[in-house]
């Protein structure tokens, strides 16, 4: 099923700077979320043996103790959100593209505004209930409105107060500063806001809000109609981040729980139950795992997902989940303003209401009438409620239909990511591809979805190298004749998610993760232990090439490491040759020179890979202990077409002749290729006209076909 129209909207709000800070915002406080969450399963958890059971085990006072986790989480979360909403806000803004005002400040002006709207004015006034779900429609509201006004007059010369900054101290300084008159102003006008609402006798927003939506109910008096425009509304508001369950309380209040409780007093009274439609109903068979039956989902998720971050929320939800809370999944997923998941979240409980409705009314199952509280688990609850294994039957049947219907979504949502993903990868492989720079700490700390690739893939790469899931390919080196002279060590990654990692990808991340001594030291131990087996395997000597990374020319156990390694192998340091890229060659850098001196005077040869754009730097390989340039396929992959390419291999290879320096020509790919480069003076070729890189076994039988 392709829901191409849902896909077209999903990118469109996936761009809105509005939305995108509140979906930001809702995974940033997911950690308050999973804690409230839990914190409720266990102080709520349904049954009087397991409350006995905690008495006995921590005293009377840990019911207390499960409150004040639930205050410091739940509690506490309208704040959290108003906050990391103007954060985001105030980071994407474009008056602030330059970076000129520090989002906390905006974030902390938004915080302050929503607090002073809540303090109460009046005895009549509640100020409590708004700093926890009540209240995520006020933080919405109060995050746009105050960080837009803010941004707005922060940009008015007439009211700024500027301060000269040459340092960065100075410069948050002055930032804080020139936000003092813009904060005054936005206070005064939240002020005026209260004192209005004071004078209307509104003294709370929330309930106000409730008793107007209470209102829709008073004119339907078919009992379906009623309970499915409840439902809807309960799923719409909290699709938009507000809690739908609690700002609909009067509701259920005032209709649904008198007729829960008019039904157990009819059976207690021996008469049959008239009300199907009561607070047992909703809790049991429409809303399973809270809303939206978002039980379903987290089964289907469990099911299909197949990203870890998707299945780790799936997990983590499905407990909660199962009595009925699930703001781990509304917020971490999020659902909430997803609109790839609106049509579910709005369908399923509509339709479980519908179908739940119309088998009690045919007597299929028994009317609920038995009580049982909101997170008693699915199966168990629709046990209770109807004291009939039926009732138990129906809930396995929603949850099983809910399932269905969310599947087509969770699959188009699992290829949207997957999409998301894929053009992230190859961001960011076109960005280590030319991210030629010795400065770490760039990819890393990039604030966008190819630095959250990086950031997961550096994880990933640290696990793969203590597991030992890294491993090299090797591929030939040959000369005019055909003969093998040599090898080149490749390193490879092959992640379980994304395939072959490139190794400019890999290189990058270690240098910028801080373990690229570690990885080099792995390369060098394994491709040098590599090259002793094959001559114990009878093969000829070969020379070993291997890629160093600058940071690694920088460290002084390089020498050690490539030391011990030799010794080790039993090897002859003119069988190793270290690796550097041009650009690293040619800047002149000492600390790396030096290296590159003491490890020649070692005997090690050392070579200038990827030399091909910095040709105007040519002279300067005569003052560099360089034993071999390897042609990059910046000259050599045009070579046929281009005239001025041919003059310059041509240039290459007199001065390294006459600097007794062989020249490799990387990339060959076609005999009409190699005959060229041998008649421009290259004898020395790589590439795939000869042989892609080799697993290590296939190195003797490829050398043996082709005798040294």
């Known amino acids: 099923m392709h829901l191409l129209w849902i896909h077209a909207l999903a990118e469109k709000l996936a761009k809105n700077r509005y939305c995108l800070a509140v979906r930001r915002s809702l995974i940033v406080i997911s950690p308050a979320a999973v804690a409230g969450s839990f914190a409720t399963m266990i102080t709520f958890f349904p049954g009087l043996s397991f409350q006995q059971w905690m008495t006995s085990l921590f005293g009377a006072s840990w019911y207390r103790g499960g409150q004040a986790l639930i205050n410091s989480s739940f509690s506490i979360i309208s704040i959290l959100f108003v906050a990391a909403i103007s954060y985001f806000l105030a980071e994407s803004h474009p008056r602030n593209s330059q970076g000129k005002l520090h989002p906390l400040i905006a974030s902390f002006v ?67 500063v020139s936000a003092i008159i813009p904060y005054l102003l936005l206070l005064a006008g939240c002020f005026a806001v209260k004192v209005l609402l004071h004078q209307l006798a509104v003294y709370d927003i929330h309930a106000y809000l409730s008793t ?45 729980s008198p007729a829960g409780l008019a039904n157990q007093a009819a059976v207690s009274a021996g008469l049959p139950p008239q009300e199907i439609f009561t607070d047992f109903f909703f809790n049991q068979f429409v809303f399973l795992g809270g809303s939206g039956a978002t039980l379903c989902l987290i089964v289907c998720l469990l099911y299909i997902a197949k990203h870890k971050s998707t299945l780790r929320i799936a997990q983590l939800s499905l407990i909660p989940g199962l009595f009925n809370i699930n703001e781990i999944l509304l917020f971490g997923l999020p659902i909430v303003m997803n609109p790839l998941y609106f049509l579910p979240f709005l369908l399923v409980p509509a339709l479980l209401t519908f179908i739940s409705y119309a088998v009690i009314s045919a007597g299929l199952v028994p009317t609920p009438s038995y009580y049982a509280t909101w997170t008693t688990p699915a199966l168990f ?8 294994w039926q009732g138990a039957l129906l809930q396995l049947a929603n949850l099983l239909l809910g399932l269905f219907i969310y599947l087509p979504f969770v699959k188009e949502a699992e290829k949207k990511k997957e999409t998301e993903i894929h053009n992230s990868f190859i961001s960011l492989i076109q960005t280590a591809d030319y991210w030629n720079t010795p400065t770490p700490q760039h990819l890393l700390e990039k604030n966008d979805r190819q630095g959250t690739m990086a950031r997961s893939l550096a994880r990933d790469l640290l696990q793969a190298l203590e597991k030992n899931e890294l491993f090299l390919e090797y591929q030939p080196q040959v000369d005019a004749t055909g003969q093998v002279i040599g090898v080149e060590a490749l390193l490879r990654w092959t992640h379980e998610a994304y395939g072959r990692i490139p190794p400019p990808v890999i290189i990058t991340l270690a240098e910028e993760a801080g373990i690229i001594d570690r990885l080099g030291k792995w390369i060098i131990d394994t491709a040098c232990n590599q090259l002793r087996a094959w001559k114990q395997e009878g093969l000829p000597s070969l020379r070993l090439s291997i890629n160093v990374s600058v940071l690694q020319l920088y460290q002084k156990n ?56 910095g040709h105007s730097s040519l002279q300067y390989i005569k003052y560099f202990p360089v034993d071999t340039l390897k042609i990059d396929r910046s000259l050599s992959h045009d070579v046929l077409e281009d005239r001025s390419y041919q003059e310059i291999i041509t240039s290459i290879v007199s001065l390294c002749s006459s600097l007794n320096i062989d020249v490799i020509v990387e990339y ?35 050398v043996r076909r082709h005798p040294h």
């Not at 008096?221 to 700002?247: E, K, S």
């Not at 609850?381 to 009939?388: D, E, I, L, N, Q």
Request: charged share 20%.
């Open 212 to 256: 107007q939506l209470s209102h829709l109910f008073t004119y339907i008096t078919w009992p379906l109609g009623r309970a499915l425009l409840f439902v809807l509304l309960v799923q719409i508001l909290w699709f938009f981040g507000i809690h739908g369950n609690d700002l609909l309380f009067p509701v259920m209040r005032e209709v649904y």
């Open 381 to 388: 609850g629709g046990y209770w409620v109807t004291a009939s």
């Open 668 to 702: 060959v790919e076609t005999d009409k290729q190699r005959d060229l480069l041998k008649e421009l003076g290259c004898l020395r070729y790589q590439g795939y006209l000869y042989s892609p890189a080799l697993p290590a076994g296939k190195i003797p039988d490829f």
């Open 558 to 613: 390089l020498l050690e490491d490539i030391a011990v390694a030799i010794d080790r192998n039993q090897l002859d340091p003119h069988e190793l040759e270290i690796e550097i890229t041009e650009k690293f060659a040619l800047s002149n850098d000492q600390r790396s020179l030096s290296t590159l001196e003491a490890l020649h005077r070692c005997g090690v040869r050392i070579a200038i890979d990827d030399f091909g754009m």
């Open 110 to 176: 938004s915080l302050s505004c929503f607090i002073l709207l809540l303090q109460p004015f009046a005895q009549a006034e509640v100020g409590g209930p708004w700093l926890g779900k009540s209240g995520l429609l006020l933080a919405i509201i109060t995050a746009f409105v105050m960080t837009e006004a803010f941004l707005y007059l922060c940009s008015l010369p007439a009211i700024n107060i500027s301060l000269l900054a040459d340092e960065e101290e100075s410069l948050i300084i002055g930032q804080a």
